[in-house]
């Protein structure tokens, strides 16, 4: 089955505790992104990636980290995480190339930190 | 960078017709999409325009203007199901998929 597989699904954490949000693709996507979603405020970009090793930022990248070591992967990193990060993230990944170049999005972590 | 406008609320009876309007700015275009999101879920796939007019699939229609930066949804047979949000989200540039989505219009269907 084609997904998008995001773990883990909720986290409550300290703020300062370093934590990876894992993302897994089993398309075979060259793109694939991360998004937060607040209330009132949409889904925003925080950085994306078009192959691997290649990544850029979104619209709001400041306190994240992401890398791209293998196709299928794109860890989402907060080193130090703070309460302003609490938020619902979700992965997506999409083909570079092909006809509908649709986004298939992962499940969602609803991510706290207090 | 992009400005997408969409309501941010609209309210349907069960078995009426809705449209969903969306005006976007964007440097370049390579295409809009149109995800669903009922609250708390990841978005899903809609519909996907990159010509000018009106495609179908079922209940669901959408349509796009590129000269005038303006898509619409047509939601028809509401069911209530249908309450949810609607997000549009246009493609800029040839060759890139960094997909900036609007705020979303949330859908209330209502008996």
């Known amino acids: 089955e084609a997904q998008v597989t995001q773990n883990p699904r909720y986290l409550i954490t300290v703020t300062g505790k370093k934590l990876t949000v894992t993302c897994s693709q089993n398309?075979?996507?060259?793109?694939m992104s991360w998004y937060r979603q607040d209330p009132g405020l949409g889904l925003r970009q925080i950085y994306y990636?078009?192959?691997?090793?290649?990544?850029d930022k979104g619209d709001v990248p400041e306190g994240y980290k992401v890398s791209r070591k293998e196709k299928r992967n794109f860890p989402l990193i907060l080193e130090s995480p703070s309460p302003n990060q609490t938020s619902l993230y979700f992965c997506?990944?999409?083909?570079?190339?092909?006809?509908?170049?649709?986004?298939?999005f992962g499940q969602g972590t609803r991510l706290t930190v207090v | 960078g992009q400005n997408i406008d969409q309501p941010t609320e609209m309210t349907a009876t069960e078995g009426a017709i809705v449209q969903i309007n969306c005006t976007y700015q964007?440097?370049?275009?390579?295409?809009l999409f149109w995800y669903q999101q009922h609250a708390g879920e990841a978005p899903t796939f809609l519909s996907y325009?990159?010509?000018?007019g009106l495609e179908e699939k079922g209940r669901f229609s959408s349509f796009l203007s590129r000269s005038k930066g303006y898509s619409y949804l047509l939601l028809k047979e509401l069911q209530m199901k249908d309450s949810a949000s609607y997000l549009c989200?246009?493609?800029?540039?040839?060759?890139?998929?960094?997909?900036?989505f609007g705020k979303g219009t949330k859908l209330s269907v209502i008996p």
């Open positions: 325009n990159v010509l000018d």
């Open positions: 989200a246009p493609i800029p540039g040839a060759g890139s998929y960094q997909l900036t």
């Open positions: 964007t440097s370049g275009f390579n295409g």
């Open positions: 398309m075979n996507h060259e793109y």
């Open positions: 997506a990944s999409s083909p570079d190339r092909g006809r509908v170049p649709e986004a298939f």
């Open positions: 990636s078009m192959n691997v090793e290649v990544t």
